[in-house]
C-alpha cells in the first residue's frame, strides 16, 4: 500500500547563525538522559518558535506604542483598555456634572 501524503509537506531551509546562538541552543536541547541532542530538536524548536511569532497580535497601547504579545493576552488587554478608556469617560462626565452644578449655585 502507499504512503499517504503529507497534509504539509516538510522543505529544508538551510540557516547561518552566530556561533554563540548556535551554543545556547544547543545547550538548551541537549538530553542529559540521551548525552545528546535528541533527533528533529532543532526542526520542533524553530517550527514552535515561528508559529508563536505569527499566533501573536500588535496591540496598540494608549501612549501610541504597539506591543506583539500572544492573541489570548491581546484580549485580555483589550478588555482592560476598554475599561479603563470607560472609566475615564465617567471621571470627565462626573466633571462636567459638577461644574454644571457649581455653576447653577453660583448664578
Known sequence: MPRAKLIHRPRKLTL???EDVVARLDLFLFSTALSKIPEGSYQRFFTD???EFFDMEVVMMPDGEPLR???KD???VRRKLTKL???EADVDS???AKDVSLA???E
Open 104 to 106: 447653577r449655585i453660583a
Open 69 to 71: 504579545m500572544s492573541k
Open 85 to 87: 478608556a470607560s472609566m
Open 16 to 18: 547561518h547563525l552566530p
Open 94 to 96: 462626573l466633571k462636567v
Open 74 to 76: 491581546a484580549a485580555a
Open 49 to 51: 518558535r515561528i508559529v
